[in-house]
């Protein structure tokens, strides 16, 4: 996240990611986020416009944002502003914990990329530390602290531009594969309280199956670019938020809302990487028997002959195949990320090599 930072304290926010790192312990791999820009008091200076696009790629997020702030005074404003990161924590070395893992940061304002400095902090009210000294860094998978980028922003009357990206690694748990975080709720302290006009893209790559957290509310427009759907399949990771999945053949996600008032932050990822058919989603019916998941790709237990039928055409499914046999295109057609592809043929997909060897391994016990 960004916000105007005093030489002596950091403005204090609620992470996400701390929260989940109390509630997990040593459960997962917690690596880092960023957020919306936002001051410490700001009364004049509005948020109209911002576009956050999200590329994943082999476990890394590609941020890029385009802000647009109107200044309502006629004279310009310059302010210091802070970019926060928290540092790595849960299972990883006390080496990891205190390296700064957000990479390519970069802020552009009239066509200028701004320079900036880094400095760290034990918390998030902490004194800003100089990172000269590697002493000054101590941070640890149960005390860690914060990476803050600083630089000077001048708004001009009337509409400001701000480009800003950067990328970091996923984290995960022992509840999901891949998950990223945005904080967003900092944007209501723009004046106004709002986002006037927000979009989210999200691409994850081609054949995926994810989860974002439904927090734009009713009048947000959920729409895929490219061949995908928003599926009716939802769950809850906790009490308060509901997640909605979403299956991408090719293309993305792209969310879009007027006036809002940010309450939750983003979080989305990958449930399971290997299997469409996860627990969270289908949890009562994996522990029921109805249905068979290729889970990580082993098999531990023993299996029927219709089981492993149901475990190898799983692999074939999540690739869109249109089967012909009646009893497959009913069982596969219950999931709602199931989008049969007519036009596709079995010598066009492409298995990875643990697949074709977990495929391989299934047709031995068929045989």
Not at 33 to 58: A, C, Q
Not at 69 to 78: A, I, Q, T
Not at 180 to 188: D, E, M
Not at 273 to 293: H, M, P, Q, R
């Amino acid at each position: 996240m960004i916000t105007i930072i005093t030489m002596k304290k950091i403005t204090t926010i609620i992470l996400i990611i701390i929260n989940a790192i109390s509630c997990l312990g040593n459960d997962g791999v917690y690596l880092s986020n960023g957020g919306v820009i936002y001051p410490v008091k700001e009364t004049k200076i509005s948020l109209e416009k911002e576009m956050l696009s999200f590329t994943v790629r082999d476990g890394v997020a590609f941020v890029n944002i385009q802000f647009e702030f109107n200044n309502p005074e006629s004279k310009e404003r310059k302010l210091l502003i802070g970019f926060q990161a928290p540092s790595a924590a849960g299972d990883v070395s006390d080496s990891i914990s205190n390296t700064n893992l957000i990479s390519n940061f970069t802020i552009v304002k009239d066509g200028i990329i701004l320079p900036y400095t880094v400095k760290a902090a034990n918390c998030e009210d902490c004194q800003l530390e100089e990172l000269k000294n590697k002493e000054a860094v101590h941070f640890s998978q149960t005390d860690p602290g914060v990476f803050v980028f600083l630089f000077e922003v001048v708004f001009k009357p009337g509409m400001n531009k701000i480009q800003h990206s950067y990328s970091f690694p996923a984290s995960s748990n022992v509840s999901f594969d891949e998950t990223y975080s945005y904080i967003l709720t900092t944007g209501a302290k723009w004046a106004g309280g709002k986002i006037k006009d927000l979009t989210v893209k999200i691409d994850m790559g081609d054949n995926k199956y994810f989860f974002v957290n439904d927090i734009f509310g009713e009048k947000a427009n959920w729409s895929i670019i490219g061949t995908g759907k928003v599926t009716n399949e939802r769950f809850n990771y906790d009490e308060d938020d509901s997640n909605r999945m979403i299956r991408i053949l090719n293309g993305e996600l792209l969310i879009h809302v007027d006036n809002f008032e940010p309450t939750k932050n983003i979080f989305f990822g990958i449930l399971d990487k290997k299997s469409f058919i996860a627990l969270a989603t289908d949890f009562k019916k994996i522990t029921s028997g109805e249905i068979v998941s290729v889970g990580n790709m082993t098999l531990q237990s023993d299996y029927s002959k219709k089981e492993l039928r149901l475990m190898r055409n799983t692999i074939y499914a999540q690739y869109g195949y249109d089967f012909n046999s009646p009893d497959l295109k009913e069982y596969f057609s219950q999931f709602a990320w199931y989008m049969p592809n007519p036009n596709l043929k079995m010598e066009d997909i492409k298995l990875t090599e643990e697949e074709q060897e977990f495929i391989f391994k299934v047709k031995e016990l068929e045989e």
